[in-house]
């Protein structure tokens, strides 16, 4: 099985990110980046999911 992993390029944060700022941006990412590597895997996707739900 293919990990898949989400990283955000600067051009999409930026079209995300409209009305927010780069803190909040930011701190939203790192929500989900839990080993702090710049990158989103499927596993940290997973549990912070998981969290919110239960």
Do not use: H, P, Q
Request: charged share 45%.
């Amino acid at each position: 099985m293919v990990e898949k992993v989400v990283t955000l390029c600067d051009e999409e944060v930026e079209e995300i990110s409209e009305g927010f700022s780069e803190e909040e941006v930011r701190e939203a990412f790192d929500v989900f980046d839990e080993n702090n590597d710049g990158f989103i895997d499927d596993k940290e996707i997973k549990k912070v999911l998981m969290d919110w739900v239960s």
